[in-house]
Protein backbone atom coordinates (compact mmCIF):
# COMPACT_ATOMS: atom_id res chain seq x y z
CA UNK A 1 0.00 0.00 0.00
CA UNK A 2 1.65 3.07 -0.78
CA UNK A 3 1.59 5.82 1.80
CA UNK A 4 -0.63 8.67 1.34
CA UNK A 5 -0.85 12.78 2.82
CA UNK A 6 -3.58 12.92 4.79
CA UNK A 7 -5.25 16.37 5.74
CA UNK A 8 -8.10 16.21 8.43
CA UNK A 9 -10.02 18.80 10.11
CA UNK A 10 -11.68 19.23 13.52
CA UNK A 11 -9.28 16.34 15.18
CA UNK A 12 -9.65 17.30 18.79
CA UNK A 13 -12.53 15.19 19.57
CA UNK A 14 -14.85 12.83 17.55
CA UNK A 15 -14.76 11.20 14.16
CA UNK A 16 -11.27 13.63 13.09
CA UNK A 17 -9.40 12.59 16.34
CA UNK A 18 -10.30 8.81 16.11
CA UNK A 19 -9.68 9.26 11.96
CA UNK A 20 -6.16 10.53 12.68
CA UNK A 21 -5.12 7.88 15.46
CA UNK A 22 -6.20 5.08 12.69
CA UNK A 23 -4.57 6.80 9.28
CA UNK A 24 -1.20 7.55 10.93
CA UNK A 25 -1.52 3.71 12.25
CA UNK A 26 -1.37 2.63 8.67
CA UNK A 27 1.78 4.65 7.97
CA UNK A 28 0.15 6.82 6.19
CA UNK A 29 1.54 10.97 6.62
CA UNK A 30 -1.82 13.03 8.31
CA UNK A 31 -1.56 16.88 8.74
CA UNK A 32 -4.11 17.07 11.42
CA UNK A 33 -5.97 20.46 11.72
CA UNK A 34 -7.31 22.20 14.82
CA UNK A 35 -7.90 25.65 16.47
CA UNK A 36 -6.41 27.02 19.36
CA UNK A 37 -3.50 24.33 19.65
CA UNK A 38 -1.47 26.70 22.57
CA UNK A 39 -4.85 27.65 24.10
CA UNK A 40 -8.05 25.57 24.60
CA UNK A 41 -6.69 22.82 22.24
CA UNK A 42 -3.69 22.46 23.89
CA UNK A 43 -3.96 19.52 25.17
CA UNK A 44 -5.58 17.75 22.44
CA UNK A 45 -3.03 18.95 20.20
CA UNK A 46 0.27 17.63 22.49
CA UNK A 47 -1.35 14.39 22.52
CA UNK A 48 -1.53 14.00 18.69
CA UNK A 49 1.41 15.62 18.15
CA UNK A 50 3.27 12.66 19.89
CA UNK A 51 1.77 10.00 17.58
CA UNK A 52 3.89 8.77 15.17
CA UNK A 53 3.17 10.15 11.35
CA UNK A 54 1.17 13.16 12.55
CA UNK A 55 1.64 17.05 12.58
CA UNK A 56 -0.83 19.18 14.04
CA UNK A 57 -1.53 22.50 12.45
CA UNK A 58 -3.95 24.98 13.80
CA UNK A 59 -6.07 26.28 11.34
CA UNK A 60 -9.15 28.96 11.45
CA UNK A 61 -11.16 26.67 8.85
CA UNK A 62 -13.62 30.15 8.34
CA UNK A 63 -10.34 31.96 7.38
CA UNK A 64 -9.16 32.08 3.74
CA UNK A 65 -5.73 33.34 4.64
CA UNK A 66 -5.29 30.46 7.26
CA UNK A 67 -6.80 27.60 5.67
CA UNK A 68 -4.15 28.48 2.80
CA UNK A 69 -1.14 28.99 4.77
CA UNK A 70 -2.18 25.11 5.56
CA UNK A 71 -2.08 24.01 2.33
CA UNK A 72 0.77 25.73 1.33
CA UNK A 73 2.89 24.20 4.60
CA UNK A 74 1.74 20.81 3.22
CA UNK A 75 2.48 20.96 -0.67
CA UNK A 76 5.91 23.12 0.39
CA UNK A 77 7.14 20.09 2.89
CA UNK A 78 5.57 16.69 1.00
CA UNK A 79 4.72 18.32 -2.48
CA UNK A 80 1.20 16.80 -2.41
CA UNK A 81 -1.83 16.29 -1.03
CA UNK A 82 -3.47 12.85 -1.35
CA UNK A 83 -6.92 12.81 0.58
CA UNK A 84 -8.79 15.67 2.34
CA UNK A 85 -11.58 14.05 4.94
CA UNK A 86 -13.35 17.32 5.62
CA UNK A 87 -14.93 16.46 9.12
CA UNK A 88 -14.97 19.18 11.18
CA UNK A 89 -18.27 20.95 11.89
CA UNK A 90 -21.13 21.39 14.63
CA UNK A 91 -24.56 21.18 15.53
CA UNK A 92 -27.41 23.60 16.58
CA UNK A 93 -30.85 22.66 17.45
CA UNK A 94 -34.26 24.17 18.61
CA UNK A 95 -37.16 25.52 17.31
CA UNK A 96 -36.39 26.43 13.80
CA UNK A 97 -38.00 30.14 13.52
CA UNK A 98 -35.53 31.07 16.78
CA UNK A 99 -32.66 30.81 14.12
CA UNK A 100 -31.80 34.40 13.48
CA UNK A 101 -29.92 35.42 10.01
CA UNK A 102 -26.36 34.96 12.00
CA UNK A 103 -26.97 31.76 13.45
CA UNK A 104 -27.89 30.42 9.77
CA UNK A 105 -24.68 31.94 8.26
CA UNK A 106 -22.25 30.62 11.29
CA UNK A 107 -23.61 27.16 10.67
CA UNK A 108 -22.87 27.12 6.88
CA UNK A 109 -19.83 28.89 7.54
CA UNK A 110 -18.87 25.81 9.03
CA UNK A 111 -20.62 23.12 7.85
CA UNK A 112 -20.35 24.08 3.96
CA UNK A 113 -18.10 27.02 2.96
CA UNK A 114 -15.10 25.93 4.86
CA UNK A 115 -15.25 22.72 3.44
CA UNK A 116 -15.57 24.21 0.15
CA UNK A 117 -12.76 26.35 0.68
CA UNK A 118 -10.29 23.22 1.30
CA UNK A 119 -11.76 21.82 -1.47
CA UNK A 120 -11.44 24.56 -4.05
CA UNK A 121 -7.44 24.87 -2.49
CA UNK A 122 -6.88 21.19 -2.73
CA UNK A 123 -8.03 20.46 -6.68
CA UNK A 124 -5.24 22.11 -8.16
CA UNK A 125 -2.78 19.97 -6.27
CA UNK A 126 -4.82 16.93 -7.21
CA UNK A 127 -5.36 17.42 -10.61
CA UNK A 128 -1.91 17.93 -11.07
CA UNK A 129 -1.01 14.75 -9.44
CA UNK A 130 -4.00 13.14 -11.11
CA UNK A 131 -5.54 11.53 -8.32
CA UNK A 132 -6.57 12.26 -5.11
CA UNK A 133 -9.21 12.17 -2.57
CA UNK A 134 -11.99 14.46 -1.29
CA UNK A 135 -14.19 12.61 1.93
CA UNK A 136 -16.84 14.74 3.23
CA UNK A 137 -18.31 13.64 6.63
CA UNK A 138 -22.02 14.86 6.48
CA UNK A 139 -24.90 12.96 8.46
CA UNK A 140 -28.02 11.12 7.91
CA UNK A 141 -29.53 14.59 8.10
CA UNK A 142 -27.92 15.31 4.93
CA UNK A 143 -30.45 13.25 3.48
CA UNK A 144 -33.34 13.82 5.83
CA UNK A 145 -33.95 16.96 7.65
CA UNK A 146 -35.18 16.15 11.21
CA UNK A 147 -37.17 18.43 12.82
CA UNK A 148 -35.29 20.52 15.82
CA UNK A 149 -32.60 19.96 13.72
CA UNK A 150 -33.45 22.01 9.70
CA UNK A 151 -30.24 24.28 9.81
CA UNK A 152 -28.22 21.96 10.73
CA UNK A 153 -29.85 19.45 7.63
CA UNK A 154 -29.98 22.20 5.71
CA UNK A 155 -25.78 22.47 5.99
CA UNK A 156 -25.47 18.69 5.19
CA UNK A 157 -27.70 18.93 2.64
CA UNK A 158 -25.46 21.91 1.13
CA UNK A 159 -22.41 19.53 1.41
CA UNK A 160 -24.08 16.74 -0.33
CA UNK A 161 -25.01 18.65 -3.35
CA UNK A 162 -21.36 20.18 -3.45
CA UNK A 163 -20.20 16.58 -3.12
CA UNK A 164 -22.10 14.94 -5.70
CA UNK A 165 -22.19 17.27 -8.59
CA UNK A 166 -18.20 16.92 -8.29
CA UNK A 167 -18.00 13.70 -7.65
CA UNK A 168 -18.71 13.33 -11.54
CA UNK A 169 -16.91 16.01 -12.25
CA UNK A 170 -13.90 15.05 -10.90
CA UNK A 171 -13.86 11.51 -11.36
CA UNK A 172 -12.28 11.70 -14.58
CA UNK A 173 -9.16 13.32 -13.90
CA UNK A 174 -8.81 10.67 -11.24
CA UNK A 175 -10.30 12.39 -8.37
CA UNK A 176 -12.55 10.65 -6.21
CA UNK A 177 -15.26 12.62 -4.09
CA UNK A 178 -16.99 10.77 -1.13
CA UNK A 179 -19.61 11.34 1.42
CA UNK A 180 -19.65 9.49 4.60
CA UNK A 181 -23.13 10.12 5.99
CA UNK A 182 -22.80 8.90 10.20
CA UNK A 183 -25.93 8.51 12.03
CA UNK A 184 -26.19 9.45 16.07
CA UNK A 185 -22.67 8.40 17.88
CA UNK A 186 -22.14 9.30 21.68
CA UNK A 187 -19.10 12.03 20.74
CA UNK A 188 -18.16 15.19 22.44
CA UNK A 189 -20.69 17.33 18.94
CA UNK A 190 -23.62 16.95 21.87
CA UNK A 191 -21.99 18.72 24.12
CA UNK A 192 -20.81 21.57 21.94
CA UNK A 193 -24.43 21.84 21.12
CA UNK A 194 -25.98 25.68 20.26
CA UNK A 195 -29.32 26.41 20.21
CA UNK A 196 -30.98 29.08 18.37
CA UNK A 197 -30.70 32.90 19.23
CA UNK A 198 -33.84 34.43 18.68
CA UNK A 199 -35.68 32.85 22.01
CA UNK A 200 -38.68 35.24 22.21
CA UNK A 201 -40.40 32.89 19.43
CA UNK A 202 -39.81 29.96 21.36
CA UNK A 203 -43.21 30.10 23.68
CA UNK A 204 -45.06 30.06 20.30
CA UNK A 205 -44.09 26.62 20.11
CA UNK A 206 -45.68 25.35 23.55
CA UNK A 207 -47.87 22.87 21.90
CA UNK A 208 -44.76 20.72 20.58
CA UNK A 209 -42.48 21.87 23.67
CA UNK A 210 -41.45 18.17 24.79
CA UNK A 211 -41.16 16.66 21.59
CA UNK A 212 -36.92 17.67 21.51
CA UNK A 213 -36.95 15.58 25.22
CA UNK A 214 -38.15 12.50 23.76
CA UNK A 215 -35.99 12.54 20.64
CA UNK A 216 -33.09 13.39 23.04
CA UNK A 217 -34.31 10.11 25.07
CA UNK A 218 -35.02 7.96 21.72
CA UNK A 219 -30.90 9.12 21.23
CA UNK A 220 -30.03 8.08 24.67
CA UNK A 221 -31.56 5.03 24.35
CA UNK A 222 -30.26 4.16 21.23
CA UNK A 223 -26.77 5.18 22.86
CA UNK A 224 -27.99 2.65 25.69
CA UNK A 225 -28.99 -0.61 23.59
CA UNK A 226 -26.94 -0.48 20.51
CA UNK A 227 -23.52 1.05 21.61
CA UNK A 228 -22.84 2.55 18.41
CA UNK A 229 -19.00 3.01 18.46
CA UNK A 230 -17.57 6.09 16.70
CA UNK A 231 -14.30 4.53 15.74
CA UNK A 232 -16.88 3.00 13.29
CA UNK A 233 -16.84 6.36 11.18
CA UNK A 234 -13.16 6.22 11.18
CA UNK A 235 -13.21 2.94 10.15
CA UNK A 236 -15.10 3.72 7.14
CA UNK A 237 -12.67 6.69 6.33
CA UNK A 238 -9.70 4.36 6.26
CA UNK A 239 -11.69 2.10 3.90
CA UNK A 240 -12.36 4.59 1.26
CA UNK A 241 -9.05 5.54 1.22
CA UNK A 242 -7.94 2.00 0.84
CA UNK A 243 -10.31 1.68 -1.86
CA UNK A 244 -8.55 1.75 -5.34
CA UNK A 245 -9.38 5.10 -7.50
CA UNK A 246 -12.86 4.69 -9.29
CA UNK A 247 -14.09 2.29 -7.17
CA UNK A 248 -15.51 4.38 -3.59
CA UNK A 249 -18.94 4.77 -3.49
CA UNK A 250 -20.51 8.02 -3.47
CA UNK A 251 -22.24 8.06 -0.28
CA UNK A 252 -20.86 5.67 2.60
CA UNK A 253 -23.73 5.36 5.69
CA UNK A 254 -22.16 4.24 8.98
CA UNK A 255 -25.47 3.96 11.33
CA UNK A 256 -26.91 1.40 13.29
CA UNK A 257 -30.26 3.29 14.21
CA UNK A 258 -31.50 4.42 11.10
CA UNK A 259 -29.18 3.64 8.65
CA UNK A 260 -31.68 1.27 6.59
CA UNK A 261 -33.77 4.13 6.10
CA UNK A 262 -30.88 6.28 4.63
CA UNK A 263 -28.95 3.93 2.53
CA UNK A 264 -33.14 2.81 1.07
CA UNK A 265 -33.03 6.69 0.07
CA UNK A 266 -29.69 6.61 -1.36
CA UNK A 267 -30.12 3.16 -3.62
CA UNK A 268 -33.51 4.83 -4.71
CA UNK A 269 -31.93 7.84 -5.67
CA UNK A 270 -28.92 6.89 -7.19
CA UNK A 271 -30.79 5.11 -9.83
CA UNK A 272 -33.57 7.97 -10.80
CA UNK A 273 -30.11 10.17 -10.72
CA UNK A 274 -28.50 7.87 -13.55
CA UNK A 275 -31.20 8.25 -15.59
CA UNK A 276 -31.37 11.84 -15.13
CA UNK A 277 -28.08 12.68 -16.04
CA UNK A 278 -28.14 10.30 -18.85
CA UNK A 279 -31.43 12.34 -20.18
CA UNK A 280 -29.32 15.54 -19.75
CA UNK A 281 -26.62 14.22 -22.05
CA UNK A 282 -23.90 13.35 -19.61
CA UNK A 283 -23.90 9.34 -19.57
CA UNK A 284 -20.52 9.71 -19.84
CA UNK A 285 -19.78 10.77 -16.71
CA UNK A 286 -21.69 7.41 -15.08
CA UNK A 287 -18.90 5.31 -16.30
Known amino acids: MSKKVVLITGTNSGFGWLAANSVAG ?4 VYATMRDIDGKNADKAKALSEVENITVLDVSLTDDASVKNAIDTILTKEGRIDVLVNNAGYTMTGVTESFTTGDVQDMFDVNVFAPWRLMKLVLPAMRKQSEGLIINISSGFGR ?4 FSAVYGASKFGLEGLSEGLHYETRPLGIDVAIVQPGAFPTEIYMKNQFGSDTSVVGGYEVIADIPGKMGAAIGQIFETL ?10 IVDLINLPTGQRPLRTVVDPATGDMVRAANDAVKVEYARGITALGMKDLLA
Do not use: E, M, T, Y
Not at 144 to 147: L, T, V
Open 26 to 29: LGHK
Open 144 to 147: FSAP
Open 227 to 236: KPNPQDVADA
